[in-house]
């Protein structure tokens, strides 16, 4: 399973917006996550926290919604077969 990281190895620092609306990604972050100039990187509002923002690049969210349909898959697959399974019992 996956351990989720400590908020000192996901903390890079701030970043100041400029005045045409531009900000600066700090290097340890663009390194780690692979971030380089020109790369697209999208931009979303938090779903719970309206004024904070999340990024994310093309690639990784196109993977992350793969792995997302993927597991939807596998779950309706379990839910039907319990559905199934429970619809022969009441019979």
Same mark, same amino acid.
């Given at each position: ?5 400590? *908020? ?6 701030? $970043?100041?917006? /400029? %005045? ?27 779903? *719970?926290?309206?004024?904070m923002?999340?990024? $994310?690049?093309? /690639? %990784? ?16 697959q ?14």
């Open positions: 399973m996956h351990q989720v990281p400590s *908020l000192e190895e996901m903390f890079f620092g701030s $970043a100041t917006i /400029g %005045e045409r609306g531009q900000i600066v990604i700090p290097a340890d972050a663009r390194k780690e996550c692979g971030i380089h100039s020109g790369d697209k990187l999208l931009v979303f509002r938090h779903p *719970l926290h309206p004024r923002l999340i990024l $994310a690049k093309v /690639g %990784e969210m196109q993977e992350m919604l793969k792995q997302m349909k993927q597991m939807t898959n596998v779950l309706e379990a839910n039907l077969k319990f559905f199934e399974a429970v619809s022969s019992e009441e019979e």
